[in-house]
Structure formats: structure tokens, C-alpha cells
């Protein structure tokens, strides 16, 4: 029996403690906020953001934490190898917009921390690292580096599909108004993308694809995702579950932006 600890100070000290074990002069958080992450209100997470960048500025390393935003699902991809093409469809230059977009933040803020230029030289360094393949191949050498085949990174076609594929509907007209992110995770565990136990064995083909995510307009019966299982039992099952995930609304709703805010030892800084 697990039990989960909501002090934020815990949570704090816990996760620092093994940032500054790894030894890095310059840290960056990602700390997320919203139905899939730990901290569901913003002001938690900026409590726990602001806690962490103090205990790393005084051990006397740079720290800036991110509140991202965990309220809907991070890219397309919810799976083992579907969310390695998806980050190599990210890194020849395409990619969904949401999850582009978090990449390019976290490595100019990492780039700018460690002294390279200004933000934007930063943000423009990380593109042409994406244009020019540099970024891929660097990619491919870290895969090669820990003993995977850095072939698969150049033809990702050599990738293979689960044996079974589930369409997931709209039950309904309307704006999807809200998708639980947490719900969506354990469906993932439902098709074998993750442990439901210790002794659990993870399917890399399973996982999930979304088409339609929070805030646009389907018709009843659109397809809004593709559920992958290598057991059709569990395929039927993961899709009746995650009906409990979505909501509809008439009204279209306003959808947070990726990135909410940013801590640092001067303070917090929300997007507008």
C-alpha cells in the first residue's frame, strides 16, 4: 500500500534533493499544472515552484522553474514508441504546435542560463538546430550512445503498429470543454503503455493518438482518438473508460496556454 504525501515542503525538498545530487551548476523545473499533474491549482504550483528555486539558488545553483500547462494532453502522442515519433516528427521541423512549443521554451531557457545570448538569439539557435537536423542527429547519437539502433531515429517507418486499433468517438455535439489528462494517463495504463503493478510489462506499441483535444467543435460520432493495445480485451476496455474523460459544452471554452507562468529567485512572471 503506497500512500501519497501532500506536503508541498516534502515534495520540494524530495525532488531538489536529486537535481542538485546530479551535480548540474544550471537547473530548469517543469512544473506542471492542471488535471494531469500533482498540483492542480496554479497557486499550489507556484507555492512548490517558488520553494524549489530557493532551496536551488541556495545551494548555489541557478534555478528557474516553468508552470506548464497539464489541464489537457501534451502533444498528440500518449505511448512508448508513438511519443518517439512523435518527437522525431517534432525534430525534422513538424510536430503538434502545443508540444513544439514546450520543447522550444525549456531549451532557450536552458540555453539562456547557460550564458549562450539573449532569449530570443536563444529561440533562434534552437530552430536552426531543428532546421539544420543538428538537433536530430544528436538524437539519434544519444539513442546509439545507450545501445539502441539510431536507424530507427532516420527511418521511423521501420516503427510497427499495435495489432489492434480502437476508434474512440464523440458521444455528442459540441466544444470539448474539458478532457481529464489524469483519466487520459490511466487509460494509456489500461492498453499496456504503462505499470498497473510492479510486475506489470510494458507494451511499446500500445498508447494513444489524439485528433481533437480541448476546445475544438466535433460532431457525434467524429473520431477524437485512436486507442492502440496489443489485446483487442483491452483495447474495448480502455475506450469505454476514457468516456468518463471528456466533457462537451455548447459554448466554446477558453483553453490555457502551454506555459502559465515563471519562477525565479526575482519572482513570478505569468504569461499573458
Same mark, same amino acid.
Given at each position: ?5 501532500d506536503s508541498?515542503?516534502?515534495?520540494a525538498?524530495?525532488i531538489?534533493s536529486?537535481k ?6 544550471k537547473?530548469?523545473?517543469d ?5 494531469g499533474?500533482f ?9 512548490l ?6 532551496i536551488?539558488e ?7 522553474a516553468?508552470l ?15 511519443e ?9 521541423g ?6 513544439k ?12 542560463l ?6 530570443s ?7 536552426k538546430?531543428?532546421h539544420?537536423k543538428?538537433a ?7 539513442v #546509439? +550512445?545507450?545501445?539502441?539502433?539510431e536507424?530507427?531515429?532516420?527511418e521511423?517507418?521501420r516503427? @510497427?503498429? &499495435?495489432a489492434? *486499433? !480502437? ?5 455528442q455535439?459540441?466544444?470539448?470543454s474539458?478532457?481529464?489528462t489524469?483519466?487520459c ?8 503503455a504503462?505499470?498497473?503493478? #510492479? +510486475?506489470?510489462?510494458?507494451?511499446s506499441k ?7 483535444? @480541448?476546445? &475544438?467543435?466535433? *460532431? !457525434?460520432g467524429?473520431?477524437l482518438a485512436m486507442?492502440?493495445?496489443?489485446d ?10 476514457l ?8 459554448e466554446k ?14 519572482g513570478v512572471?505569468?504569461?499573458?
Amino acid at each position: 500500500m503506497t500512500a501519497t504525501v501532500d506536503s508541498i515542503p516534502l515534495i520540494a525538498a524530495s525532488i531538489m534533493s536529486k537535481k542538485l545530487a546530479a551535480g548540474s551548476d544550471k537547473i530548469v523545473l517543469d512544473v506542471t499544472v492542471g488535471s494531469g499533474a500533482f498540483m492542480k491549482k496554479a497557486e499550489d504550483a507556484v507555492t512548490l515552484a517558488e520553494k524549489m528555486v530557493a532551496i536551488g539558488e541556495g545551494a548555489g545553483r541557478e534555478t528557474v522553474a516553468i508552470l506548464s500547462n497539464m489541464d489537457v494532453p501534451l502533444g498528440e502522442a500518449v505511448g512508448n514508441d508513438i511519443e518517439i515519433l512523435e518527437a522525431i516528427e517534432t525534430l525534422n521541423g513538424g510536430g503538434p504546435s502545443d508540444f513544439k512549443e514546450i520543447c522550444e521554451v525549456f531549451a532557450t531557457e536552458m540555453l539562456v542560463l547557460s550564458g549562450i545570448g539573449s532569449e530570443s538569439e536563444c529561440r533562434e539557435l534552437i530552430k536552426k538546430a531543428i532546421h539544420e537536423k543538428t538537433a536530430l542527429e544528436k538524437f539519434a547519437r544519444m539513442v #546509439k +550512445e545507450q545501445g539502441g539502433e539510431e536507424r530507427f531515429i532516420y527511418e521511423p517507418e521501420r516503427f @510497427t503498429e &499495435a495489432a489492434y *486499433k !480502437k476508434e474512440f468517438v464523440a458521444e455528442q455535439d459540441g466544444y470539448i470543454s474539458h478532457m481529464d489528462t489524469e483519466l487520459c494517463g490511466k487509460t494509456s495504463v489500461i492498453l499496456g503503455a504503462g505499470r498497473a503493478t #510492479k +510486475e506489470s510489462e510494458i507494451d511499446s506499441k500500445a498508447g494513444i493518438r489524439f485528433y481533437k483535444k @480541448t476546445g &475544438a467543435y466535433v *460532431k !457525434k460520432g467524429e473520431v477524437l482518438a485512436m486507442l492502440y493495445a496489443s489485446d483487442e480485451k483491452k483495447a474495448e476496455e480502455a475506450c469505454e473508460y476514457l468516456k468518463a474523460g471528456y466533457e462537451y459544452s455548447e459554448e466554446k471554452p477558453l483553453v490555457q496556454k502551454e506555459i502559465i507562468a515563471k519562477v525565479t529567485k526575482k519572482g513570478v512572471f505569468y504569461t499573458h
